[in-house]
């Protein structure tokens, strides 16, 4: 993320200051009525293909995006690390089932079988099922009510983890439970003999839900006498994304997006306040139970890291997206390692890409294959630390990292944080980061960033990007419409600009971070924002062909044509994206040259568009597609069209091409001149 210290308080802050100044020009009206004429040259020789992976994700570890999100694990602090290491320590959010005087004490001690997270749960019960200290009916003991709910759902299943050791014999009764407890959702008992479990014994059980509540918890309760030890509890979905641990629904709304590319983990978290709490990926691979854990602290919360490396490589590998795995390049946002002492942490960059893509039987290769993927993970992309270009030891450290990476990985496409319009790039890479949070006046302005920008040397990756700042609320119309000519201008430039992404993807709305956000969601509900919606007009540009486009007027008007071949049924459409920034009505004419007659077919073609009653208009639970696409066949295509474009609109014609029909130009020799 850019501008990390700027919590969201500011931000809300930006955002009543600015509605207050800019009041009346977010009304729509309809004043009268403006022309203006779009001319398409479909001719080959003026053709361009985009990049394959022009458009993708960044996933960071923000606003509980994968702990408490895109990572189904239920339980939240699972092996009771996020207290820290010493003890005694804190075990929040787990809690206490019966009366501390009388019926049960709970403490933490360093007896874990597991040696980079010794920390366990002890839990003595005092109260018995005979004697003069009965326990309650429904036991003692500990629930754990998840990040803000765990939604379980009537007729699925759960599958409980945990690591346990007792004093003696053992009931343990396991239950998905209401948010007080009173409503069994499921319940199973663990019985074991003291032999069973008189050392630390991994306990499974599979829970079905005989009824839904979007805000339960998990129960371990007893009615008997002794000591119990608890550690590594987990509670996992059966159903997740492909069965791989990710939370169905959610990863739904990026496949819909069709990425072609996941950059992760971050964003700022890589970096961390300082490096001891950086993202560290050696810690976050080999089985969960073994993950030391650790606590974000830009972000300033504890992840069990069940969501990885490998796991992230995994996603991409479902989604059928190319990874990009942004590393610690040995600076933090307040200390940084010398140049002269930084060859550990190349080391381990380098080690981080044998482990995704070494042989089966090479040191870091093997431990991906004993977590189930023998075959290589297509890792092709790598950058080097996230904003930190200003920093005294960034380029001293990347020079560092690029020739050992490049020695012995030439394939590899190496990322600078240096922006190359900030100054000249005085050392060699394939891209350079380009972050921008900004307005949407001026964003809407940025659709000609790259206009004239210098055609030669790396190429831009659009790493982050949002409308943030005066009037963007939790992510409106406004925001989308302004990105959405950003992208325009993008597709313009893509033979400089090779990939884009947007930031931050997710909100777990009980833990804003950062506003806005592309996906809100809470245990159970989720919804796009209007900057996701506008991210659908542009899930067929990747590998499209752009064609040559002028507009007049374009003042308050961006547009790009492309070609795109739908692949499921063979058709392909030239497409036609225009951002009305304005608040007229505008009757566009549309001719499109260099196309052979009738080669546009008369039905089959869409028209799609974006916008809203009210500029400032939000999706929410409760309105979760107040703004969204609203597409509808278009009658008549042709050519030579006159069409409406409401005011602030993204409109998208999808035309759809004939069979004898268009030359489209694949040429490398494309001259940048023609935009
Ligand atoms: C439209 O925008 C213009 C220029 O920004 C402004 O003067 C005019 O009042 C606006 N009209 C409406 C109906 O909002
Ligand atoms: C603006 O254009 C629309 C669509 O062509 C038309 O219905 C409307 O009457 C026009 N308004 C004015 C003021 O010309
Ligand atoms: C379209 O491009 C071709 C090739 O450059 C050119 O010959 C033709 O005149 C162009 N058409 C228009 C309307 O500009
Ligand atoms: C285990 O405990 C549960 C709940 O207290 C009780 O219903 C069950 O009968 C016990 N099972 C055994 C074998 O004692
Ligand atoms: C669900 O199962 C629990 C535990 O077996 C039971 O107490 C509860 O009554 C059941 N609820 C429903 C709705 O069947
Ligand atoms: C999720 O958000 C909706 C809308 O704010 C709310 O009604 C619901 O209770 C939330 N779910 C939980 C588990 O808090
Ligand atoms: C190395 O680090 C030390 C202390 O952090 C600092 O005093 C020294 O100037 C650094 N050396 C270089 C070459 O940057
Ligand atoms: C590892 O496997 C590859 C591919 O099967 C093989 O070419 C290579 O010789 C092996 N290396 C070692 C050290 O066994
Ligand atoms: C679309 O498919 C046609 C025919 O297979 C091919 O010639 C053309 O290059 C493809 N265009 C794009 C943009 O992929
Ligand atoms: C549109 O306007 C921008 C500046 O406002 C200019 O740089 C660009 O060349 C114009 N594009 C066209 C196609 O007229
Ligand atoms: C056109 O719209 C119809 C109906 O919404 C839809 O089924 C079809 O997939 C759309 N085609 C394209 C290319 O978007
Ligand atoms: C399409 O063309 C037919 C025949 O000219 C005409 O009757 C019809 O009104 C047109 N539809 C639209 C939406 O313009």
Not at 636 to 649: C, E, G, H, R
Request: contains cysteine.
């Amino acid at each position: 993320m850019g501008s990390c210290k700027v919590p969201y308080s500011v931000l809300l802050l930006c955002f009543y200051v600015g509605s207050l100044l800019v009041p009346q020009c977010l009304s729509i009206g309809d004043d009268a009525n403006q022309t203006a004429v779009l001319l398409v040259n479909a001719s080959e020789a003026l053709g361009r293909p985009i990049p394959e992976t022009l458009f993708g994700i960044f996933f960071e570890e923000i606003n509980h995006a994968g702990a408490g999100g895109l990572w189904a694990e239920l339980v939240s602090n699972r092996g009771f690390e996020a207290g820290g290491p010493d003890i005694p320590s804190n075990i929040d959010p787990w809690s206490i089932i019966g009366d501390e005087d009388s019926s049960l004490t709970l403490s933490t001690d360093r007896s874990s079988c597991f040696e980079h997270n010794k920390v366990a749960l002890r839990m003595e019960v005092l109260c018995d099922t005979e004697g003069t200290n009965i326990c309650p009916a429904g036991g003692v003991g500990i629930y754990n009510p998840g990040f803000w709910g765990m939604n379980i759902e009537k007729g699925k299943k759960y599958k409980v983890v945990l690591y346990v050791r007792s004093s003696g014999a053992i009931n343990v009764s396991v239950s998905l439970t209401g948010p007080n407890g009173l409503e069994t959702l499921a319940t199973h008992d663990i019985i074991a003999s003291f032999c069973d479990v008189a050392t630390w014994t991994k306990m499974e059980v599979v829970l079905e839900a005989n009824a839904s509540n979007p805000n339960s918890r998990l129960q371990l309760t007893t009615t008997i006498k002794g000591v119990i030890w608890f550690d590594q509890v987990s509670a996992m979905p059966m159903e997740t994304y492909k069965g791989h641990g990710f939370r169905s629904e959610l990863v739904d709304m990026l496949a819909d997006l069709k990425p072609k590319f996941i950059r992760f983990p971050g964003g700022c978290f890589v970096e961390g306040e300082w490096l001891r709490n950086a993202f560290r990926w050696k810690a976050t691979i080999g089985p969960w139970e073994e993950r030391p854990g650790h606590f974000g602290d830009v972000w300033m919360y504890w992840t069990d890291d069940g969501l990885g490396y490998f796991e992230f490589l995994q996603l991409s590998e479902d989604l059928g997206a190319l990874p990009v795995w942004v590393f610690n390049s040995g600076i933090s946002h307040n200390d940084q390692v010398n140049t002269s002492n930084v060859m550990p942490f190349v080391q381990e960059a380098l080690d981080g890409i044998e482990f995704a893509r070494g042989y089966p039987n090479s040191t870091w290769g093997s431990i991906r294959a004993a977590m189930g993927h023998p075959e290589p993970f297509d890792l092709r992309h790598v950058a080097l630390g996230n904003e930190d270009c200003g920093k005294k030891n960034y380029r001293g450290n990347y020079v560092k990292f690029y020739n050992a990476i490049k020695r012995a990985y030439p394939d590899i496409k190496i990322i600078t944080n240096c922006n190359r319009f900030s100054q000249k790039l005085d050392h060699p890479a394939d891209f350079y980061d380009y972050h921008v949070y900004t307005s949407a006046k001026d964003m809407f302005s940025l659709a000609h960033r790259f206009d004239h920008a210098s055609r030669n040397g790396a190429k831009a990756f659009v790493s982050e990007y949002a409308v943030t700042r005066n009037n963007a609320g939790k992510g409106n119309l406004l925001a989308a419409l302004a990105e959405a000519a950003f992208l325009i201008g993008i597709e313009q430039n893509s033979d400089i600009v090779s990939m884009a992404c947007y930031a931050p993807l997710f909100v777990n709305d009980n833990d804003r971070r950062w506003s806005p956000d592309a996906i809100v969601f809470n245990s159970s509900q989720l919804y796009g924002t209007p900057s996701y919606w506008a991210q659908h007009f542009f899930r067929e540009s990747s590998s499209a062909t752009i064609l040559h486009s002028t507009l007049q007027p374009n003042t308050s008007l961006v547009a790009s044509a492309i070609m795109w071949n739908n692949t499921d049924d063979g058709t392909s459409y030239l497409r036609i994206k225009i951002v009305n920034f304005g608040n007229n009505t505008v009757n566009l004419k549309i001719r499109v040259d260099g196309l052979e007659p009738n080669s546009i077919q008369l039905s089959g073609s869409n028209k799609t568009e974006l916008t809203s009653g009210n500029l400032m208009d939000e999706n929410s639970f409760k309105e979760p597609k107040k703004v969204n696409p609203n597409q509808n066949p278009l009658e008549n295509a042709s050519k030579d069209m006159d069409v409406v474009l409401l005011p602030y609109s993204l409109t998208a014609f999808d035309l759809l091409k004939g069979s004898s029909n268009i030359r489209t130009a694949r040429t490398d020799s494309f001259s940048r001149s023609s935009f």
